[in-house]
């Protein structure tokens, strides 16, 4: 499955975005999505994923209760609505695939999308 995410940009903190990844090639219902990030001079970080059928949402402790994810199987694309944004958030966003029970871990994603910026600025 290919992913591309877009949606990233410069925002204020305390703002809002939304991210959105579309899938293609793959059946999209198949697979648990994920939302990954990397900050500057930081590894990889899990932030958010859904099982494939849009439940079981699961998030990093960083931003629970300001970020959702949500899935949708008819549109092929998942979503990471952002608020309450703060500039610690700031980093490179990606989206992931995988068929793996784990959905919650990074190793356990097979497909990843290009990646997508976002800058909260204090």
């Known amino acids: 499955v290919q992913l591309q995410a877009s949606g990233g940009g410069l925002v204020q903190a305390g703002g809002s975005l939304r991210l959105s990844c579309a899938a293609s090639?793959?059946?999209?219902?198949?697979?648990?999505m994920g939302w990954f990030r990397r900050a500057p001079g930081k590894e990889r970080e899990f932030v958010a994923a859904?099982?494939?059928?849009?439940?079981?949402?699961r998030y990093a402790d960083s931003v629970k209760g300001r970020f959702t994810i949500s899935k949708s199987n008819t549109k092929n694309t998942v979503y990471l609505q952002m608020s309450s944004l703060k500039p610690e958030d700031t980093a490179v966003y990606y989206c992931?695939?995988?068929?793996?029970?784990?959905?919650?871990?990074?190793?356990?994603?097979?497909?990843w999308g290009q990646g997508t910026l976002v800058t909260v600025s204090s």
């Open positions: 090639g793959g059946t999209f219902s198949n697979y648990n």
């Open positions: 859904v099982r494939r059928s849009n439940t079981g949402p």
């Open positions: 992931a695939a995988t068929s793996n029970i784990n959905y919650a871990h990074i190793a356990n994603y097979h497909y």
